[in-house]
């Protein structure tokens, strides 16, 4: 039983910053591909950025230059660090672990508004 755990998201204003926190507990063994997901109601979850166990990020297009994704293998957790928010990065963040031959894992999600 895998759990993830988020934290973090909130109200920000346009150009601000947050930081979002994944902690994963349970039976893992290994460093797995873990990553962010977005989704804004009525619309599909869409990937924002992840991270293999060695380090290698992928961002989706819109948030380049702008988000930094970091994982902490020893404490298994992963952070996405937001930076330069507009609105239309509000939506629920969730919080994924990516591992072979089992389903994906999901944390519950954490809601990110930027707003003035």
């Known amino acids: 039983q895998v759990q993830l755990v988020e934290s973090g998201g909130g109200l920000v204003q346009p150009g601000g910053s947050l930081r979002l926190s994944c902690a994963a507990s349970?039976?893992?063994?290994?460093?797995?591909?873990m990553g962010w997901y977005r989704q804004v109601l009525g619309k599909e979850r869409e990937l924002v950025a992840s991270?293999?166990?060695?380090?290698?990020?992928t961002y989706a297009d819109s948030v380049k230059d702008r988000f930094t994704i970091s994982r902490d293998n020893a404490k298994k957790t992963i952070s996405l660090q937001m930076n330069s928010l507009k609105p239309e990065d509000t939506a629920v963040y969730y919080c994924?672990?990516?591992?072979?031959?089992?389903?994906?894992?999901w944390g519950q999600g954490t809601q990110v508004t930027v707003s003035s």
């Open positions: 994924n672990l990516n591992r072979p031959f089992a389903p994906d894992s």
């Open positions: 991270i293999t166990g060695g380090g290698l990020t």
């Open positions: 349970g039976n893992i063994i290994g460093y797995y591909k």
